[in-house]
């Protein structure tokens, strides 16, 4: 059964910091890719940032320096800390996981990923 279960989200002013969870079961956490996508209204779903199943991270250019992927490995609990917050990041945030390797894991592509969540609201106004 599919267990990528996303919180966090709400609406802050644009400078703010919003921090997502994304309750995975043990089997995904452990041992997929895993991470954060976005869909604005209108727009593709798009790659945010992802973590690969030895820990390393990927991030979009719009996000670096800005967003932060950490983990709490006792509660496989995976975290999108957002600061700095901009009317652009404006979206649905979706948690995924996908059985790939590094170097798919790492470009971020919505299609490399087979698992998701039901997403979380992330509003941020101006």
């Known amino acids: 059964q599919v267990q990528l279960v996303e919180s966090g989200g709400g609406s802050v002013q644009a400078g703010g910091s919003l921090r997502l969870s994304c309750a995975a079961s043990?089997?995904?956490?452990?041992?997929?890719?895993m991470g954060w996508f976005r869909q604005a209204p209108g727009k593709e779903r798009e790659g945010v940032a992802t973590?690969?199943?030895?820990?390393?991270?990927s991030y979009a250019d719009s996000v670096k320096g800005r967003f932060t992927l950490s983990g709490d490995n006792a509660k496989n609990t995976l975290f999108l800390q957002m600061n700095s917050l901009k009317p652009e990041d404006t979206a649905m945030y979706y948690c995924?996981?996908?059985?790939?390797?590094?170097?798919?894991?790492?470009?971020?592509?919505?299609?490399?990923?087979?698992?998701w969540g039901q997403g979380t609201q992330v509003t941020v106004s101006s």
């Open positions: 995924a996981a996908g059985s790939i390797g590094y170097s798919y894991c790492r470009t971020r592509r919505v299609t490399d990923f087979d698992y």
């Open positions: 043990a089997y995904f956490y452990r041992s997929h890719c």
């Open positions: 973590i690969s199943s030895d820990g390393r991270t």
